[in-house]
């Protein structure tokens, strides 16, 4: 992902590609951490791509923090060497979007525990919310690119029926960890945070998105789907427009 900021303009408008887009007119490109997190807040209209959600900034804070700190696998996340990498602002930042997790790092930023008990109960909050939002997304799209509007219903109803469900209690997620889920959890799990077997352990919505290959929804996905698209989008199109809302790459 590489984030562009307008050269011009009192309230610059952001605009999010690929690596392999090419760079937007009139912008230039976001390098420095300190700069994207004053571009954090900014919002977007309807010409001008921007983030649309938190998540998708700490994405791309992620990238630049771990680059700068050499990260290259887990543990060297709380290498006390690589953090010292990075200035005072920045480990603000990493702490805040809880891209450390050793303690004593937090600490370092603000030496209070309740106030991070505090900061991981919002930061808990604002991914939920955050995730919410990218479903209805989600269904838009489905609305927009379904050709009958009962089956788009019919597509949105097998998707979200957990929302009708209760939350996931300790014991029952414990069980998730260790077993195949059932599919009408999906929109529960990815609001907590579970979105794919191969970085989660569990079946989840990206596998049924992408009908992946090795799961219970390689001929059971969005890719078996009997009901036909408005002209100009097909099954893969719209997967790819799903899977960019669900990553926070948009």
């Not at 994405?59 to 990260?71: A, D, F, H, Q, R």
């Not at 696998?73 to 200035?87: I, P, R, Y």
Request: glycine share 6%.
């Amino acid at each position: 992902m590489k984030v562009y900021k307008e050269e011009s303009g009192n309230l610059p408008a952001v605009k999010i590609t690929q690596d392999s887009g090419n760079v937007p007119t009139g912008f230039v490109e976001i390098t420095d951490i300190e700069e994207l997190n004053k571009l954090a807040g900014t919002s977007f209209d309807i010409d001008k791509q921007g983030w649309t959600d938190r998540l998708c900034f700490r994405s791309k804070l992620k990238e630049m923090i771990y680059t700068k700190m050499g990260v290259v696998d887990t543990d060297d996340v709380n290498d006390q060497s690589k953090w010292d990498l990075l200035s005072d602002k920045e480990k603000d930042l990493a702490a805040e979007y809880f891209l450390v997790s050793k303690e004593s790092f937090q600490l370092e930023v603000e030496n209070s525990a309740r106030y991070w008990i505090i900061k991981a109960s919002e930061y808990r909050d604002w991914t939920q919310e955050a995730r919410e939002k990218r479903l209805s997304l989600c269904d838009a799209i489905v609305y927009s690119r379904i050709l009958n509007i009962s089956d788009a219903k019919l597509i949105l109803t097998d998707l979200n029926q957990i929302a009708k469900d209760t939350l996931i209690d300790k014991d029952d997620l414990t069980k998730k960890l260790n077993q195949k889920i059932r599919v009408k959890r999906l929109g529960k799990m990815y609001i907590q945070g579970l979105e794919d077997e191969e970085h989660d352990g569990v079946v989840a919505i990206v596998d049924w998105v992408k009908s992946t290959p090795g799961t219970p929804f390689e001929n059971n996905g969005f890719f078996n789907l009997p009901y036909p698209f408005k002209p100009g989008h097909t099954a893969q199109s719209v997967s790819d427009e799903l899977l960019s809302v669900i990553n926070g790459e948009f």
